[in-house]
C-alpha cells in the first residue's frame, strides 16, 4: 500500500519549532534535547525516515496546503496555537509576510484579530437580546412597575405581597408586605435607605450592598450594557447537569460588576436563569446563587419572566411570581426620595 503523504503544513510546523523553540540544550524539552542530539550527529535521516519517505513537495501539493492553512486562518482554527508566537516574531522582526496572514485572507484591522470565542460569546449575547425583545425595544425602556407575590422559604415561609419600581438607569424601590408590618427598600443613585415599624434609616452596608448589587444583575441594563461593550463576556463551558447540551453559558463582568453567569437556552435565546456568588456576613462566606425563570409573556414586546426561583446552595429561598406588569409608566418621583 502507497504511503499517504504527510501533510506540509503539519511537517514544516514541527521541524521549525525543533530549532527555534529550544535554543539551548541545557533548557531543552527532553524530547527536544533528543531529537536535537540525533540532529547534532547526522542522524536526521533515522529520526524522521518515515515522515521523510512519504513527503512530497511540488506545486499542487504546496499549493493545496497552503490555502488549508489560510482556511483555518480564515476560521481562527488553529493546529498549534502557540506558533502564533513565532509569527509575531516574524513579521514584526523580519517585516516578511505569514501564510494565511495579512493580505492573503484580508485586511486585519487595528488591535489584533478577534478570538473565535469572543465572537461566539458575542453571538449568543445578540441571540439573547433579540429573544428578550430586541435592542432597540430595550434601549426604549425607560420604567418598570412590577407587581406580585413572594414566599421567602425560612422554617415558617414567609408570605408577602410586593411592588418594585425601576427608573433606569439608577433609581430602584421595592416595597414589602410582610405579615409583621410594611417594609420599603430604596436605592436611588448614591442614597439607599429602607422604612419599617422603625421609621426612615440608612440602609445597613450588608442590604446597601446587597441592593445594589440585585440592581446591577437586573436584566434590561445588564444586556445592554454587555452590548455597549461595558462588560466583559466570555462563553463558559458548563452547562446544567439537568439540561445537558441545551443551555450556552454566558458569563459577564467589569465595570463595577461580579461575574454573573446568564443560561440562555440554546434553542430560543430566552434566559433560563443566572448564577452568581453572594457575600455573606460572618463565618458563611461566599455562597453560590442560582435563579430561574419561567413563565414567559410579551408585555410591550418586552419577554418578562413571571416566576422567579432562587436557590442558595441546595437550598430554595425565594419564589416570586407576578401578576401584572408595566412599562413606561410615569413612577411618582417622590417615591425615590428619603421622607424627611
Known amino acids: 500500500m502507497p504511503r499517504r503523504p504527510w501533510p ?15 535554543p539551548d540544550a541545557a533548557v531543552r524539552p527532553p524530547r527536544l ?19 521523510m519517505a512519504s513527503l512530497r513537495i511540488d506545486k499542487d501539493t504546496f499549493e493545496r496546503e497552503r490555502e488549508v492553512v489560510k482556511e483555518e486562518r480564515r476560521m481562527r482554527v488553529e493546529n498549534q496555537p502557540y506558533g502564533r508566537v513565532a509569527e509575531t516574531t516574524t513579521v ?11 493580505r492573503a485572507v484580508r485586511p486585519v484591522a487595528a488591535g489584533g484579530v478577534v478570538d473565535q470565542q469572543q465572537r461566539e460569546a458575542q453571538a449568543v449575547l445578540r441571540r439573547a437580546i433579540r429573544a428578550k425583545g430586541g435592542a432597540d425595544r430595550l434601549r426604549a425602556v425607560r420604567t418598570v412597575v412590577l407587581s406580585g407575590t413572594m414566599i421567602v422559604q425560612t422554617p415558617q415561609p414567609i408570605h408577602a405581597q410586593m411592588t418594585s419600581y425601576i427608573e433606569y ?17 430604596v436605592l436611588a443613585g448614591s442614597d439607599a435607605w429602607m422604612r419599617d415599624a422603625a421609621g426612615v ?22 444586556l445592554l450594557r454587555a452590548a455597549e461593550g461595558k462588560l466583559r463576556t466570555r462563553l463558559v463551558s458548563a452547562e446544567p447537569a439537568q439540561q445537558p447540551g441545551q443551555i450556552d453559558t454566558l458569563e459577564l463582568s467589569g465595570d463595577g460588576l461580579a461575574p454573573v453567569d446568564l443560561l440562555v437556552d440554546r434553542s430560543t435565546g430566552m434566559i ?14 461566599k455562597v453560590p446563587t442560582e435563579e430561574s425563570y419561567s ?23 425565594l419564589e416570586r411570581t407576578l401578576t401584572d406588569v408595566k412599562i413606561n409608566v410615569p413612577i411618582d418621583e417622590s417615591l425615590f426620595k428619603r421622607p424627611t
Open 295 to 317: 413563565d414567559y409573556r410579551a408585555v410591550d414586546g418586552i419577554q418578562v419572566a413571571f416566576k422567579t426561583v432562587v436557590h442558595r446552595g441546595a437550598a430554595v429561598i
Open 169 to 185: 438607569p439608577d433609581r430602584f424601590r421595592v416595597d414589602a408586605k410582610l405579615p409583621n408590618g410594611d417594609l420599603t427598600q
Open 33 to 51: 534535547q533528543y531529537k536535537a542530539l540525533e540532529l547534532d550527529n547526522g542522524l536526521t535521516q533515522g529520526l524522521e525516515a518515515d515522515r
Open 92 to 102: 514584526d522582526l523580519r517585516r516578511r509576510a505569514v501564510v494565511g496572514g495579512g
Open 272 to 285: 433560563a436563569g443566572a448564577r452568581y456568588i453572594v457575600e455573606q456576613p460572618g463565618a458563611i462566606g
Open 8 to 22: 506540509l503544513a503539519v511537517a514544516v510546523a514541527e521541524l521549525f519549532l525543533l530549532f527555534t523553540n529550544a
Open 201 to 222: 434609616h440608612d440602609l445597613a452596608p450588608a442590604g446597601r450592598d446587597n441592593l445594589r448589587s440585585n440592581a446591577s444583575r437586573e436584566l434590561v441594563s445588564l
